[in-house]
């Protein structure tokens, strides 16, 4: 039996750790590790095309257009292009790369007659494959990949969009899952359509659904399965549920997932919208109720709000989130007269704000990427018009 002095003391010691964390405020130092009309391996940048991504160890990747095409790059390296050929393919184009902590880069890339996820060395599924008996003709944009390798993404397999959509992993031996499909049924919802998927290390795989509600359109939830099957399938929330006492109209797409299975996803609710953490199941266990009872962190709770006032800024509108392993997130947000980047607590940047000899104009692609020693990393424009890669690391 718990003891109602160990409950206390928990309390005690969780909201001290809230109160220890809202007090702070955190500074940041800042570092431009590439810029458009600047050369990385002898290749001269001319546009920055995605947001960049950050692993655990402080590796950074991005896509960049030079002067023979486009490329993935670190900020030293160019790891892979458009005119290279690899598992056979040559490549027309390369895009939206994710990073695991090995240093294995998952993309989308084109090939003539088709187009595939590919890492650096190796073609892992390609239009024209089958898995679970879908044929996959398209893939949308985005890849999500995890140290063992395993990748997760969204796939157009036969119908048009979007009764034809498919959530498919794949992994290195080239074993692929259909996770789920538009017209399953989840939680007692019809789905009517799909949304970009992500994957943790764990295999837990999280992305969004529509449901078929002719009543409300907006019908959305959250959904969580497991890479190895389609058997452990959980709605986590969905529209109408309410959480930090915001009634839920509408989510959007999952931003990360962390170790222990909690979802970071942004949601609209009447009134505003906001980052949510959404917690994984409880297990029916005396231990894990307790403990999902003496600890806050543990509950599905509004991470940051609009209207909340974060060093000063009152957020208006939010855009997307980074989540580390760890749930440490840090996200695009506008405020009036800016935008910035932002943490729960404190703000990173904002636009005005020098970095270095210059001063930050722009945001680009309303993204940032964070890690668990609380690094961020985003795509600005500078006060000169440059584009650029920005490492932001807290002092």
């Known amino acids: 039996m718990i003891s109602l002095a160990k409950i206390t003391l928990a309390l005690a010691v969780n909201f001290g750790l809230l109160a220890t964390l809202n007090a702070q405020t955190t500074e940041y130092s800042f570092k431009v590790l590439a810029r458009t009309g600047e050369s990385i391996d002898g290749n001269t940048l001319f546009d920055l095309l995605d947001a960049p991504v950050l692993n655990e160890r402080g590796k950074v990747v991005f896509t960049a257009s030079f002067s023979s095409g486009e490329g993935i790059f670190t900020p030293d390296r160019l790891l892979v292009k458009s005119g290279d050929t690899v598992d056979g393919k040559a490549l027309a184009y390369v895009r939206y790369p994710s990073l695991n902590d090995r240093g294995v880069v998952a993309f989308l890339a084109g090939f003539p007659n088709g187009s595939g996820i590919f890492t650096q060395s190796r073609l892992l599924v390609k239009t024209g494959d089958a898995i679970g008996g879908q044929a996959i003709n398209t893939f949308y944009a985005g890849t999500s990949l995890n140290d063992a390798g395993e990748v997760a993404f969204e796939a157009l397999v036969g119908a048009p969009y979007p009764t034809g959509t498919a959530i498919f992993t794949t992994s290195p031996n080239r074993r692929g899952r259909v996770i789920a499909t538009a017209g399953d049924t989840i939680a007692g919802g019809v789905v009517n359509d799909l949304g970009v998927p992500i994957i943790n ?4 795989v999280s992305f969004r659904v529509g449901f078929q509600n002719y009543a409300d359109p907006n019908d959305t939830g959250i959904i969580t399965a497991e890479s190895h099957g389609r058997e452990a399938t959980t709605l986590l929330k969905k529209t109408g549920d309410t ?3 915001k009634l839920i109209t509408v989510f959007g797409y999952p931003s ?14 009447n009134g505003g919208s906001g980052i949510f953490a959404l917690a994984p199941p409880v ?5 894990e109720i307790a403990q999902n009872v003496i600890n806050p962190l543990k509950r599905s709770r509004a991470l940051a709000r609009t209207g909340d006032t974060i060093g000063g800024a009152t957020i208006t509108q939010f855009g997307q989130a980074g989540v580390s392993k760890r749930g440490d997130t840090a996200f695009y947000a506008t405020y009036a007269g800016g935008q910035g980047i932002f943490t729960p607590v404190a703000p990173v940047i904002r636009t005005g704000d020098s970095i270095g000899l210059d001063r930050l104009k722009s945001i680009l692609f309303n993204s940032a990427s964070i890690n668990s020693r609380g690094v961020v990393v985003f795509a600005g424009q500078l006060d000169d018009n440059s584009k650029v890669i920005v490492v932001a690391e807290p002092r």
């Open 201 to 204: 290390d764990q295999g837990t």
């Open 243 to 245: 959480i930090d006492g």
């Open 256 to 269: 990360g997932i962390t170790r222990q299975g909690g979802v970071i996803a942004l949601a609209n609710y």
């Open 283 to 287: 297990p029916d266990h005396p231990l």
